[in-house]
């Protein structure tokens, strides 16, 4: 929905777009996302009473992440989808999601530990 890439972090064009050559970097303004974003959403009919969209592209990126995090997505999954330079950056920001991460490790590790669990 919306732009492809984040505002200002660049692409390459795989044909003409904005009469842009093939392979030249192109970076979509906020305001270009926003409104593609905001047809996409018009749409699909996900609008508030007055018609306006109801969610931003920013929104549902970070509703994207958030739940793909908490339902168990891999952080370096979810990092390269974004499209951040660094796993960093996703766990900055959405590292808090995923603190089930260290049950379900020492749930693995203890019942490795047990005398009748599992070989390794």
């Known amino acids: 929905m919306g732009?492809?890439?984040?505002?200002?972090?660049?692409?390459?064009v795989p044909g003409r777009v904005l009469g842009h050559e093939p392979g030249q970097r192109w970076r979509p303004s906020r305001r270009a996302c926003r409104?593609?974003?905001?047809?996409?959403?018009?749409?699909?009919?996900?609008?508030?009473?007055d018609g306006s969209p109801k969610y931003t592209p920013h929104g549902l990126r970070h509703f994207f992440a958030s739940t793909a995090l908490a339902h168990g997505i891999p952080l370096h999954e979810a990092s390269r989808?974004?499209?951040?330079?660094?796993?960093?950056?996703?766990?900055?920001?959405?590292?808090h999601l995923v603190p089930a991460s260290w049950d379900r490790c020492r749930t693995i590790m203890q019942n490795a530990l047990r005398p009748d669990g599992p070989a390794v």
């Open 81 to 95: 989808w974004l499209g951040h330079r660094s796993i960093k950056t996703t766990v900055d920001v959405y590292g």
């Open 35 to 49: 409104r593609s974003g905001g047809v996409a959403l018009k749409d699909a009919g996900i609008t508030k009473p």
């Open 3 to 12: 732009c492809a890439v984040r505002p200002g972090s660049g692409c390459r």
